[in-house]
Structures are given as structure tokens and as C-alpha cells.
């Protein structure tokens, strides 16, 4: 708004006067003005005369000028009635013309900055644009329109973000200049309007030669300003402003230096003022506010003195405002304003050197401020923003809950005077959200953190993408996301606040001061994400972005020591996850420095305090010295002391004292201590809602605390509450960290099995209810494979089932066992589900969602894993599809014995069994392994290993030893045949034997036999022992799988045949595998023309197998074949000039998936580390979908291929018999006994093994 005083004021008013003569002139014969419609020039009856219409005009500009001194609406209301009067009665060929337009269109623009309407700024530019249309080029009052038209354009830019109205603006300014003599009075305003826009578009698209321009430009403004000149203070703030600008794209000291003196030239001449055009650009000090942290809306430059921290120079400008203060009557209508200005720089004050005098002044100042401003004036809203920013500052620094209501208050307030498309409703919308968060925070209230996030979801939806903004708006938006995670546990909130954290830190510049903040809450968001999924990249990300906002942070900023303290955590996590002692130390000292930096009274410093006792803690934990666990303690204490009830670190503080007591009470044994744990946790638990995903921790930490009460006193009691704390604790519908609720179920476990076995199972349940959360299938490959071997997924659950075995609970060993198991296949296998029994619309939804998800053509995963298991809910919801891609009830598996039995075998410390799962049988069977253990099976697999050593069977076509064996390692000098005989007695008499005892007694005695072996029994060749012929055995990595296999029924016959065939890789020192060519040709024999599809040598490459993969139902892979016991899902088959790995494979949509026949090296031969051991190539087909596959558990020999390749495929194709893949396992049996028939060596036989069905 221009009061009319100013320049532009006075320079209407001229042209009002000198255009067409002064405003008294009677007009001459004939120079009558016909009354006129709104932009119609047809004469009506009615004539008006020249001074008649200037009469008014002059009324008008009265009114407007009353409005600006009083900020009455009605003044403005009455200044554009007559305005738009005069307009409606000229002619467009009225000389005047241009000069009422203008008049009109200014009234009606500050009309629109007082009440928003949209409507006015459009009528306002329409109006300035007919001007400049209406105006020669010759007409002394075209610049001005021209500058009016720029302005207007400037103000609309400003609310949409249009960067035509920015360029248009530019571009209305340079013109002007251009059209400005050198010489003229007007010419430094009119260049400093063109600076202005300059900076725009620096601050809009970072070019920095727009930056420059705009410092050129504002130069030359301050070298044609005379010293006495009454504008020369705001022509130096602006080119200070334009210096700091620089400072903070470049780094450079003296272009901050020189701001420095531009403003003190400024409080000098008294002139510390903001211009009305530049105001807008000194918003930058609130652009990235986000509570909890101390904010400031000066709006002003002093941000330059802060940087530099002289203190003499802050007390100039203080002095300065101070001084227009008191030089400014109480009833005179600027007061207000000269006030807020003097609160804005004791604001500044506070901000450096926190000191709560400062606070109070500046709170008193704003107050004042609004008490004089009247309830319709257009500044109220902005004076109450900053009289609630400082009640905000105020709560923050003393943590008094009614400033913070005092706060929200106002901001609500200030909502309300905003109308729906005012301008600024976006930003003020921003800053009520924020009030209630920080509110939410206070007090827990999830209506205030919906409030929240409605508010910010709104400010980003009324701010274009491009608006500059619309980062800090998207940055408090993703903040409220991530509290709403933490709240509900909710992984669909945490991925939006991770994304929206991304795009902010992507679109702030390095040299941004804003930076450092944004980096921080992207690696909040990364930490949380780490600790929910357990990718340890999320937790290197975090670090990463906090070690960067530290070092972007100077010492005395007020956010370092909060920046230090999550660095620390996040060094902590490391610890827990890696054991180095040096990021303890790393975390110690940087909660140490944090701790240092906060002020005695500061709100924050007891939740400092606990993160330092927790970092004693673990150090007591790891080196087990008292000191560290008295000081933790000391520490927790002086936190819980220093927190009022009812503020939301207390339940932390609390909590963490809690944990010192127990620990040493644990350590020392004291009773007292005990109980003070005791106490404090159900005080926690007590005052942690039932909605709050650490409830469960709660209930736990009470948990543990009743199971050391009940082992010091044993009251029945405790034992009780001990389960039925663990039961609720895993019932909690959300929880923030699976990892540590697999730690307290194991506990869980630990405790029942000494106190109350009968549990166990229960316990273990809850345990494997949790692996999908840590496994989650948004997570790639490796970071699940890496959390199955890090939290001993395999050991638990052998001791499971093994635990299960002693109680007689033989239907909850089958169910846990399987849990565990297919931790890794049946994460994969969930990939691709039978899509036909679901309804049509899931089934298609289910079908995309999976195909995005494990072919990786998504770049959004996590997005893409949180719908997928929304949708799984929902279909979960429906009759018979309870367990739709879950475990199991032991009802359903026990229907994959229907074709025959299957033995289960498991290995533990506390000793080894054989479960069967029989169709005649409602329970499943033990078999008791007496002499069997994990000592005796592990030396059964050293022995084979030494065996395969010596019979070089590492690569297929890899020559075979006939040499003897030495003495050496318990060896005598025998023949491998004698060895490999050794080893298959072993395997019956105490294995396979009690096995086939027990099948005997239910009348079993042939047919097909499947093994699912786990532990240390994988690899070894059950299926060897002779007898071999009085079953056709199989192989299964988990009961699911087969299973699924059967389900998933048999294909159309007429589906091709695929055959590749890989003598030579191409690459350099690779064997050459002459059997390959013999074998295509064997196959090629037995199988019809148009149902093979064959790739030989250069042929076989990479992406031509995938698509064979894809295109036929039966595949046989002849090549080489590596197994990668490193990194399981790098194994692979080695073909022609690349390889195809398990990852790739795994990724694959293989809808036609029936039988694959992997005649290469080591395809069954699986990790060692998993849960089951069986992460392998023939394992990865299984699980990719194929219903039957042939594998080796070693290499077999090149000269074996073609005799079993065309004994197997005669068998399936014998008579003309449609292939069926349940009768491979058969055809591979008939070859094994041929290669036997032909005397070739154990090592050449046994390796040879059919999965699936």
C-alpha cells in the first residue's frame, strides 16, 4: 500500500495537475465529459464537466489518504467509489484517461492487500495495463504507469509463483529505466525497483548474474542519493541486503563487512527503515522455521550485525529504533509499526544472546503494538504473527505451557482475519501448524497433531511447486509426517516424511543457511527408517546428513547442540549395530558438547542429560565399570528432577533413571533399587497411551523388571504379570523399532524356559510374528539376508522346534520351524502368489503392485511395499483367504504330505530330531535322533568337504583324483569310495534308518519321500543311503513352498521346451565343458521341433536366457555354475560373455514356470549361515515359481550330463506320454541308477537331487 505522501503519490498528483491543466480550469466551449458505463464510451444523456471530475477525484484521493493515516476500510471503500467513478464517466479519449485509471487501479490494489480478494488485483492490473494501452508514448505520465502496471505484476507473482508475471515485471522496470535520462530525479527509484526484481529472479532461479545485476543496480541507487536525501537510509538497506546476498552465495567476508557499513550509515541518518517494495525479500529469516526452534519476523537486514556478533552494532540499531519510538507520539498511527520494529530487534538481541530481558521487551513491544492497532486494520493480522512468535520464543525458552496456548491463539486468529485467497494464507496457515505441533508435542493430543498436518498439507497445497516457499513449507510438512509415524507407526508416514525431506534438501542450495536444517530432518527421517527396516545405508545416510549440519553450524549457533545430540544417537545406533567402541566414544562426547552449550535454565537440557546417561550406560554395558553406571544414574536423576509432571521428556527421563536402577540392582543387588525400577516404569507405562507405539517398550521394560522381582522373591503373582505384560506387549497394534521387540520376545523365551516352559512356544510365536516387519519386503535382498544372519534367525529357530520337541507340542514345532524357514524363501515366494484365487480386481491389483515391486522398475519401493500390504489386509479380510501369503495353521500344511511323507529335520545345541508329517496322521511324528548332534553332524560335513577336496569337484568338467588319502586330520589311507561309504552309514544308522523305522510302522515302505533338512543337516545326501531304490526322494526348502508348488497346478503341455547350452563362456581361462554339445544334441533327439527352443554357445547370453526364462515352461541349463557363499544372491550361472545371478532371477515374472533342470555346478550347495542353508540357484528357481527343479549339492562331471540328460527327458517323453513335472523326480531316479549301473564313483552320483514335487 502507497500512503500519499510517497513518491509515487506525488508524482499522480503532478500529473493530475500539469497533464491537462489545473484542477480549478473551467474546461472551454464544447470540452465536456459524457457520463459513460464501466468500459463503455457511449455517451449517455447525462454530461459531466472536466472540473467536476476532478472535484471528485480529489475526494477520492482524500479518502485514501485517511485510510492510510487511520487504516479505516471505509475510507478505502469510499477512495474507490469515487475513483471507479470517475473512470465510469471518461471517455477513453479523455486525456485523463490513463491518470484516473491509475487511480482507481492503486486503490483497488491495496484494497486486495487488505482483504485478498483476487478479484481486486485483477480488476487492478486490468486497469494499470488500459492505461499503458491508453497512454502515447510521448505522455509524461507513462512511466508511471508503466511502474504502477510493475508493481501490480510484482504483487500477483508474489501469491501465484507465475514467473511470466516476474519476467513481465523485469521487463516493466528495465523499460522504464531505459526510457530514464541519466539526469533524472526519478531515475534512482526507478532503478531500485529494477534491482528489486532483479533479486526476484536471483532468489526465484539462482542465477548469479541476476544477483549481480541487482548489486550493480542498487550501487548506482546509492551514488545518486544525496546524504540529506529522505529515502537514502532504505536505498542503503537495500544495497546491504544485496551485499549479504552475496556473502551468502560467495563466502566472501567483505561483501558482509560492507553491508555492515551500509547499515550503519543507515542508523546513523535515523533512517532504519524497510522500503515498501523491498520488504518481501526479508522473509528469509522465517522461511525455514520450524518449531521447536527460536524464530524471528523482523523483516528486517539485522541478520547482516548477527553474523558479525559486534555487539556495539546491535546496540546501534536498537538505539535507533528506540529512538523513532520515542520520537513518535502515543496517538499518531505509526506507533504501532515503530514498535513491533523495536520488538523485531530485541528479537535479534534474544536470538544471539539469549538472554530472556531481551525476550520479555520484545513480548511487551508486540503486545503494545496490538493493543494500537484496530481490530479491521490490515497490518493486525502481521502484528498478532509476531506477538504469537514471540509467546512461542518465550515457551520454548521456559516451557511454560500457557505462552504456548497464548500462541496457538494468536495464530488461529490471524487465520481467521485471512481470508481464503488472501495471499499470505498459505504462510499463515504454515505457522498455526506449526503451533499445534509444537502444542501436540507438549501435550500428546493427536487432535493437534492432525491439526497439524491438515494445516501444512493446506500451506503446500496453496504454494506452487516453483514459489520459493514452498521448500519451507514442504520441510514442516514432512517434519509433521514423521511425527505422526512416530505416534502411530505408521511406515506409509515415514516414507513421506523421508521423500519430502529429499526434495527439500534437493532444492536448498549448499550455500543456503537454511541447510543445515534441512540436512538434519532428512537424517531424522533416515535414523527412524533405519531403526523400523534396519538398513544399514538408511543409518550411514543419517550420519552422513548430521555430520554435515554439524560442521555447516557455527559454535554459537543455537542449533548446534541439537545437531551434535542426534549425530550421537546416530552413533550409538552404529555401536549397537557394528560393537566399535570408538563410535561410543563418538556418542559420549558429542551428547558431552551438547550438554555444554545448553543454558542451566533451557528446556531442552533434561533430555540432554538422559542422552548422556544413556551413553554411560552402554559403556557400562561394554566395559562393566561402576563409575559409568553411577554417573548414568546421577545423570537420570538430575533429569527427572529438572522436568515438570506433566512435560513430555519426563516419561523419558524417567524412564532411562529406571533402567540405571535395575542395572544396579543387577549388578550390586540391592532390593531398593530394585523397586525404584520398578516404580518408575509403571509410572511410564501408566502415562504412555494405548495408541503410542513405545507402549510395548513400556510394557516390556515392566516385563523384565517383574521377572527379576519374581527371581529374587518368587511371588506367583510376578510370574503372572511377567506373560501377561510380554502377551500385551506384542498385541500393541503399532510399534517404532521390530528389532528390539525380536530382542524382548527372546527374552521372553529365555525367561519361561527356566521358569515356566509351558509359554515357550507362545513366546517363540510372538518372536517369528515380528520377522516380516525386520525382513520387509520394501527392503532389498541383501539388507534382509544381512538381518536373518545378524539376529541369529536360523539358531532361533532350531531352538524353537527343538524346544517345542521336549514340551511334546510337535504341531507348534512343525508351525514355528516353518516360520523360520521361510524367513527368506517365503519372503521371496510372496512375491509372486497364485493371483487366480483372488477376486479379479485384487488379483490384477496384487499382480502390478508385485511385478513394480520385485522388478524394480519403481523408483519409489518403499511406496510401492506399504500398498501392496494394504492391499494384503484387505484380502485377508475375506473368507478363506485369513492366511493368504502368511504362515500357515498346522491344518493347512499338513496337506503337503498327500503325496507322500515328509521329514522334517532339525539340529540344536540341546540335540537334534526328525519330525514326519503324515496324511494318516492328525498329529505329526517324532523320530528321535539319540545319536546325532551338532558336534557329530558337523564333522560329517568336514568329512565330505575333505572328500569333494580331493576329488577336485569344484567346477563341472574339472578332471576327478584317484589319489589316497594321507594320514592326517584322523584319515587312514583309504580309498574315496571307502570314505564316501563311511560317510552314507553314518547317514542311515543314525538318521535315515530311525526314519524309515518309524515310516515302517504306519505301513510306509515305498513311494515318494520328501526331506526338508535345516541346519547342519543341509548338504548332507540323505537321499544316498542305501537302500536308494525304496523311495524316489525330494528335497524342500520349506513346507510352503511345496505347497504352493502343488497348488499352483500343472501348465499347458504344449508350453516350449528351453535348452541352453554353454560349452565355453567366453571369457579367458574358463573350462571348456566338451559334454555340453553331446548333451544339447541327446535332448534335441528326444524332444519334438516345435516345442524346443534352443541357445547354444554365442547365443547363451544373459539376456537371451532371461527371455527363454520367461517364454518356456521346461528350461535346461547346461553350463558352468558358481556358488557365492559370501553373498548368496550373487551365485550364478556363468554364460555366454555375462552371468545371471539369483538377484536377477528373483526379479523376474516367470509366469510359466514348470521344471528347470540345472545341470551346472554347485545349484544346490546353499549358505551356510541362513536359516535354512538352502539360499542356492535350485532354491531360487523353487522359489521364482517352478514347480520341480534338478540340482547337485557339488559339481557334477562333465561327462555325466548327456547320460542324465537323455536318461531323464526318454523317461518323461517315453511312448509319447505328455511330460508331467511331479514325474521328474521319478526320471531323475532312473538316471542316477544307470550312472550306478555304470560304475561311475560315488562323488559322480550322489550330487544329483530333485526338489519341489
Known amino acids: 500500500m502507497c500512503p500519499p505522501a510517497d513518491n509515487v503519490a506525488k508524482q499522480l498528483d503532478n500529473l493530475s495537475k500539469n497533464t491537462v491543466g489545473p484542477l480549478g480550469d473551467e474546461p472551454k466551449t464544447g470540452d465536456t465529459l459524457q457520463e459513460i458505463g464501466p468500459g463503455d464510451n457511449t455517451l449517455t444523456k447525462k454530461s459531466i464537466t472536466d472540473s467536476e471530475l476532478k472535484e471528485k477525484t480529489q475526494t477520492g484521493w482524500t479518502s485514501y489518504q485517511r485510510y492510510w493515516n487511520a487504516g479505516d476500510l471505509n475510507d478505502l471503500e469510499a477512495a474507490v467509489q469515487k475513483f471507479q467513478e470517475v473512470v465510469e464517466l471518461t471517455p477513453k479519449s479523455n486525456p485523463h484517461g490513463p491518470l484516473w485509471l491509475t487511480n482507481l487501479a492503486v486503490a483497488l490494489r491495496n484494497r486486495y492487500q487488505r482483504l485478498g480478494d483476487p478479484r481486486d488485483l485483477e480488476a487492478a492490473l486490468q486497469g494499470h495495463q488500459e492505461a499503458v494501452k491508453l497512454a502515447p508514448a510521448d505522455n509524461l505520465g507513462r512511466v508511471v504507469w508503466l511502474q504502477e502496471l510493475a508493481v501490480s505484476l510484482r504483487i500477483r507473482y508474489q501469491k501465484s509463483g507465475d514467473l511470466k508475471d516476474l519476467e513481465s515485471t523485469l521487463q516493466g522496470h528495465q523499460d522504464i529505466v531505459d526510457s530514464t535520462p541519466a539526469d533524472h530525479p526519478d531515475r534512482a527509484e526507478r532503478l531500485q525497483n529494477l534491482a528489486i526484481s532483479l533479486t526476484d529472479r536471483f532468489e526465484r532461479l539462482g542465477d548469479i548474474k541476476d544477483l549481480e545485476a541487482a548489486l550493480h543496480r542498487n550501487q548506482a541507487v546509492v551514488d545518486l542519493t544525496p546524504a540529506d536525501h529522505p529515502h537514502r537510509g532504505s536505498r542503503l538497506q537495500n544495497y546491504a541486503a544485496s551485499l549479504t546476498h552475496r556473502y551468502h552465495r560467495l563466502g566472501e567476508l567483505k561483501d558482509l563487512e560492507a553491508a555492515l557499513r551500509g547499515n550503519q550509515e543507515t542508523i546513523g541518518i535515523g533512517g532504519w527503515e524497510v522500503s515498501r517494495i523491498w520488504r518481501p525479500h526479508c522473509r528469509d529469516t522465517k522461511m525455514q522455521w520450524t518449531l521447536p526452534h527460536p524464530i524471528t519476523l523482523t523483516g528486517q537486514n539485522g541478520y547482516t550485525i548477527l553474523l558479525l556478533g559486534e555487539l556495539k552494532d546491535l546496540e546501534a540499531a536498537l538505539q535507533g529504533h528506540q529512538e523513532a519510538v520515542d520520537l513518535t507520539p502515543e496517538d499518531h498511527p505509526n506507533r504501532a509499526r515503530q514498535l513491533q520494529m523495536l520488538a523485531a530487534s530485541f528479537i535479534d538481541r534474544y536470538d544471539r544472546f539469549r538472554k530472556l530481558k531481551d525476550l520479555e521487551v520484545a513480548l511487551q513491544g508486540h503486545q503494545e503494538a496490538v493493543k494500537l492497532t484496530p481490530v479491521d486494520h490490515p497490518d493486525r493480522a502481521s502484528r498478532l504473527q509476531h506477538l504469537a512468535v514471540s509467546f512461542t520464543n518465550r515457551h520454548w525458552r521456559l516451557g511454560d505451557l500457557q505462552d504456548l496456548e497464548a500462541a496457538v491463539k494468536r495464530f488461529q486468529e490471524v487465520v481467521e482475519l485471512t481470508p481464503p485467497d488472501h495471499p499470505d494464507r498459505a504462510e499463515r496457515l504454515h505457522y498455526l501448524a506449526a503451533s499445534f505441533r509444537a502444542r501436540y508435542q507438549r501435550l500428546g493430543k493427536m487432535k493437534d497433531l492432525e491439526a497439524a498436518l491438515r494445516g501444512h498439507q493446506e500451506a503446500v497445497r496453496l504454494t506452487p511447486e516453483d514459489h520459493p516457499d514452498w521448500v519451507g513449507r514442504m520441510h514442516n510438512l514432512a517434519i509433521s509426517w514423521t511425527d505422526q509415524y512416530q505416534r502411530l507407526g505408521e511406515l506409509k508416514d515415514l516414507e513421506a516424511a523421508v521423500q519430502g525431506h529429499q526434495e527439500v534438501v534437493r532444492l536448498t542450495p549448499a550455500d543456503n543457511p537454511a541447510r543445515a536444517g534441512s540436512l538434519y530432518n532428512l537424517g531424522i527421517s533416515l535414523a527412524h527408517r533405519y531403526r523400523r527396516l534396519g538398513d544399514f545405508k538408511d543409518l550411514e545416510g543419517a550420519i552422513r546428513r548430521f555430520h554435515e549440519a554439524v560442521e555447516l553450524t557455527p559454535e554459537d549457533h543455537p542449533n548446534k547442540g541439537r545437531w551434535l545430540k542426534t549425530l550421537a544417537s546416530s552413533f550409538t545406533d552404529r555401536y549397537e549395530r557394528l560393537g566399535d567402541l570408538r563410535d561410543l566414544d563418538a556418542a559420549l562426547q558429542g551428547n558431552h558438547k551438547a550438554l555444554a552449550l545448553l543454558p542451566e535454565d533451557h528446556p531442552n537440557r533434561a533430555d540432554q542429560l538422559k542422552l548422556l546417561a544413556l551413553s554411560f550406560t552402554y559403556r557400562f554395558h561394554r566395559l562393566g565399570e561402576l563409575k559409568d553406571l553411577e554417573a548414568a544414574l546421577q545423570l537420570s536423576q538430575e533429569a527427572v528432577d529438572s522436568t515438570p509432571e506433566n512435560h513430555p521428556h519426563r516419561m523419558g527421563c524417567l524412564q532411562h533413571l529406571a533402567i540405571s536402577f535395575l542395572d544396579r540392582y543387577r549388578r550390586l543387588g540391592d532390593p531398593k533399587d530394585l523397586e525404584a525400577a520398578m516404580q518408575g516404569h509403571q509410572e511410564v507405562e501408566g502415562l504412555t497411551l494405548a495408541d503410542d507405539p513405545s507402549k510395548a517398550r513400556q510394557l516390556q521394560n515392566l516385563a523384565v523388571c517383574l521377572a527379576n522381582r519374581y527371581q529374587k522373591f518368587q511371588d506367583p503373582e510376578d510370574l503372572k504379570l511377567v506373560h501377561s505384560h510380554y502377551s500385551k506387549s506384542f498385541r500393541t497394534q503399532a510399534h517404532d523399532d521390530p528389532e528390539s521387540m525380536w530382542r524382548a520376545a527372546l527374552y521372553w523365551v529365555s525367561f519361561s524356559k527356566r521358569y515356566q516352559p509351558v509359554y515357550c512356544p507362545t513366546a517363540y510365536s510372538a518372536a517369528f510374528s515380528i520377522l516380516p516387519e525386520i525382513l520387509w519386503i520394501g527392503n532389498i535382498i541383501p539388507v534382509r539376508q544381512d538381518a536373518i544372519r545378524r539376529l541369529n534367525v536360523g539358531n532361533t529357530t532350531a531352538a524353537a522346534m527343538r524346544t517345542c520337541i521336549t514340551l511334546n507340542d510337535l504341531v507348534s514345532a512343525v508351525q514355528l520351524i516353518e516360520q523360520g524357514l521361510a524367513t527368506t524363501f517365503q519372503r521371496l515366494l510372496q512375491l509372486k502368489p497364485d493371483f ?97 548332534s551338532m558336534d557329530s553332524l558337523k564333522f560329517q560335513k568336514n568329512a565330505l568337504k575333505e572328500l569333494l577336496n580331493h576329488c577336485n569337484v569344484r567346477t563341472r568338467g574339472e578332471s576327478v583324483s584317484t589319489r589316497l588319502f594321507g594320514h592326517r586330520e584322523g584319515f587312514r589311507s583309504r580309498t574315496i569310495e571307502e570314505h564316501f561309504t563311511d560317510l552314507l552309514s553314518w547317514l542311515w544308522n543314525n538318521v535315515v534308518e530311525h526314519v524309515y523305522h518309524i515310516l515302517a510302522s504306519y505301513g510306509i515302505h515305498n513311494g515318494r519321500l520328501w526331506w526338508l533338512p535345516s541346519g547342519s543337516f543341509t548338504g548332507l545326501p540323505l537321499h544316498a543311503c542305501p537302500p536308494t531304490d525304496q523311495f524316489i526322494h525330494s528335497y524342500t526348502a520349506t513346507l510352503g513352498l511345496l505347497l504352493e508348488a502343488r497348488a499352483k497346478g500343472s501348465l499347458n503341455n504344449q508350453c516350449k521346451v528351453g535348452v541352453v547350452g554353454v560349452t565355453h563362456t567366453g571369457l579367458h581361462g574358463a573350462n571348456y565343458l566338451k559334454g555340453v554339445k553331446q548333451e544339447v544334441e541327446k535332448i534335441c533327439s528326444i524332444i519334438k521341433d516345435n516345442h524346443l527352443q534352443c541357445l547354444e554357445g554365442e547365443q547363451a547370453t544373459p539376456a537371451a536366457v532371461q527371455n527363454q526364462l520367461q517364454n518356456c515352461s521346461w528350461v535346461h541349463l547346461a553350463c558352468h555354475g558358481t556358488q557365492d557363499l559370501i553373498e548368496p544372491i550373487k551365485s550364478r550361472l556363468l554364460l555366454y560373455d555375462g552371468v545371471l545371478e539369483i538377484e536377477t532371477i528373483l526379479q523376474m515374472p516367470l509366469s510359466n514356470a514348470e521344471f528347470v533342470f540345472l545341470a551346472a555346478c554347485q545349484t544346490a550347495m546353499g549358505d551356510t549361515t541362513l536359516a535354512n542353508e538352502s539360499f542356492h540357484l535350485g532354491g531360487a528357481f523353487i522359489a521364482e515359481g517352478f514347480r520341480g527343479a534338478v540340482g547337485t549339492l557339488w559339481s557334477m562331471n562333465d561327462q555325466d550330463g548327456p547320460i542324465v540328460a537323455e536318461t531323464i527327458y526318454s523317461h518323461l517323453f517315453r511312448d509319447g506320454r505328455q511330460r508331467q513335472t511331479s514325474d521328474t523326480a521319478e526320471a531323475l531316479q532312473v538316471a542316477v541308477n544307470k550312472l550306478k549301473a555304470d560304475k561311475v564313483p560315488y562323488q559322480r552320483w550322489i550330487p544329483f537331487i530333485h526338489m519341489g514335487i
Open 836 to 932: 487366480d484365487v483372488l477376486p479379479l480386481d485384487q488379483g490384477d491389483q496384487l499382480r502390478k503392485l508385485s511385478h513394480e515391486l520385485y522388478s524394480g522398475t519403481n523408483n519409489n519401493l518403499s511406496r510401492i511395499a506399504y500398498q501392496r500390504g494394504e492391499l494384503l489386509r484387505e484380502i485377508r479380510k475375506q473368507p478363506d483367504l485369513e492366511h493368504f501369503l502368511l504362515p500357515q495353521p498346522y491344518q493347512v500344511l499338513r496337506c503337503v504330505s498327500q503325496e507322500g511323507p515328509v521329514v522334517i529335520l532339525n539340529s540344536d545345541e540341546d540335540g537334534c530330531d526328525g519330525v514326519i508329517i503324515l496324511d494318516t496322521a492328525p498329529d505329526p511324528v517324532h523320530v528321535a535322533l539319540p545319536n546325532v
